[in-house]
């Protein structure tokens, strides 16, 4: 019969190895938590060295939504840390009545268990929601056997994260509604408001002024050719996107965005809370800081940050402290990197990570709110402006109308 060798977590917390003789992988899974083990490494012994065994078609992997993600990780450490072992604690989670994504998630990490997979491995399989980032904290917290801690300290910073992202979202929903709003007034102005009005005046006979001349011009162009101009607009939009979307002028278009007066400061800030949150997450959950550093690298969506921060493994790789690092980057300012020196000193990076995250969240939430004070009246101002104009122009010409067929 063939022999499996694992390592696992016993339950007062101690790692074991051994082998375990099954006809297969899933009875080698079953005969170990029969023994209240939990195994975290299973693999066969007459295996050669670089194989695998291969593991049923999933079928496609199944993108969670983030706060499915954050549901299932607070979840699963609440169990966790009542004392269940892993693959009871998923069956549980598993007996709900909806046929939602995360079910089907649940089971198949479940199938994956069975057949013998890490509990990363089978997150990984299961679902690309679960990034480098989540599977490597869930094999630290195997092998440590701090697996509870580790995803009830994860569910806390993923809804960190989703929190940052809500303050940007919240804070740009007003702007972006006047915005909308007041196009869509403009629109109406220059399709419906000014054509009658310009029958009015042909009808009349009575001469327009320079600037009621020139929207009705504007109104009859865009009437007359709008398709045109809607498909110019398309096509340049689809040039630009594909030009943006390149990987040669991508970094130069992210490097761009971090000098866009408002934007700028915000996207810069933001990208230094989710470095500080997230370094402060791995290295407190037993990550090695130039592991911690790679996945920091690899998750960042803006390629120019990201070259950056490959440069910042580079001289971490090569013995420069994190501090010094960073501070040659340019990308955070010098009192930070200060601070980060002193927890590099003490020992105590992830608590002064920690620490410094939460001072850059404050800052970022009242820089977000004043740039939102700022925009909004920007906005109503110009909004104000041009449906002003455009309402005056209208008013004045029917008031010259009237008067001259009076005078008539």
């Given at each position: ?13 101690s790692k074991?190895?051994g082998?375990?003789e099954a006809?297969n992988?899933?009875?080698a ?14 693999k066969d012994?007459?295996a050669?060295?670089?194989t ?7 079928g496609?992997?199944i993108?969670?939504r983030?706060r499915?993600?954050?549901?299932f990780t607070?979840e699963?450490?609440?169990?966790l840390?009542?004392g269940?072992q892993?693959?009871?604690a ?11 994504a995360l079910k089907?998630?649940?089971d198949?990490?479940?199938e994956?268990?069975r057949?013998g997979?890490s509990?990363?491995e089978?997150l990984?399989?299961a679902?690309?929601?679960f990034?480098?980032m989540?599977c490597s ?5 195997e092998v ?7 995803l009830?300290?994860?569910?806390e ?12 979202v919240?804070?740009?929903t ?9 196009i869509a007034l403009?629109i109406l102005?220059?399709t419906?408001?000014?054509p009658?009005?310009?029958e009015?005046?042909?009808?009349s006979g009575?001469?327009l002024?320079p600037?009621a001349?020139?929207l009705i ?7 007359e050719?709008g ?5 110019i607009?398309?096509?340049?939009g689809v040039v630009?996107w594909?030009?943006?979307?390149s ?5 130069h278009?992210?490097r761009?965005q971090?000098k866009l007066?408002f ?9 230094q ?9 791995l290295?407190?959950?037993?990550i ?5 550093l790679?996945l920091?690298?690899?998750s ?9 921060l490959a440069?910042?493994?580079?001289q971490?790789t090569?013995?420069?402290s994190?501090?010094?690092?960073l501070q040659q ?12 020196r002193?927890g590099e000193?003490s020992?105590?990076l992830?608590e002064?990570?920690s620490?410094i995250?939460e001072k850059?969240?404050?800052?970022f939430s009242?820089?977000?709110a004043?740039?939102?004070a700022l925009i ?10 041009l449906?002003?104009?455009?309402a ?9 109308t009237v008067s001259?067929l009076?005078s008539?």
């Open positions: 019969m063939p022999q499996f060798y694992y390592e696992a977590i016993q339950p007062d917390g074991v190895k082998t375990a006809s992988r899933g009875e899974m079953q005969s170990l938590n029969a023994q209240g083990l939990q195994p975290f490494v299973l012994s007459q050669k060295p670089g695998s065994t291969p593991t049923s078609d999933n496609g992997q993108r969670l983030n499915d993600v954050i549901e607070e699963l450490g609440d169990l840390h009542a269940l892993l693959e009871p998923l069956g549980a989670m598993a007996e709900r009545d909806d046929q939602s089907r998630v649940i198949r990490s479940v994956s268990l057949e997979l509990f990363s089978a990984s399989k679902s690309p929601s990034g480098p989540y904290l869930a094999q630290a917290g440590s056997g701090s697996l509870p801690k580790i009830r300290r994860q569910g910073h993923l809804k960190v994260i989703q929190e940052l992202r809500s303050k940007v919240t804070s740009l007003y702007p972006a509604f006047l915005l909308i709003s007041g403009c102005f220059m419906y408001l000014i009658r009005l310009a009015m005046l042909d009808r009575a001469k002024p600037l001349s020139a011009a504007i109104s009859n162009f865009i009437r050719d398709l045109l101009v809607l498909g607009l398309a096509v340049v630009g594909r030009l943006l979307s990987k040669a002028f991508r970094p278009w992210d761009i971090l007066p934007v700028g400061p915000l996207l810069t800030i933001y990208f809370v989710r470095f500080l949150e997230t370094m402060a997450n290295l407190q959950n037993g090695p800081l130039l592991r911690a790679e920091v690298q690899n960042s969506q803006n390629l120019f940050i990201r070259e950056k440069k910042t493994v580079d971490v090569d013995g420069m994190l501090s010094r690092s980057s340019e990308s955070f300012p010098r009192q930070l990197t200060d601070m980060l002193i000193q020992g105590q992830g002064k990570l620490r995250a850059y969240d404050r800052e009242q820089r977000i004043n740039i939102s909004q009246p920007v906005i109503i101002l110009m909004m104000a402006v449906v002003g104009t455009m005056y122009v209208m008013i004045s010409v029917i008031y010259d001259t009076r008539r």
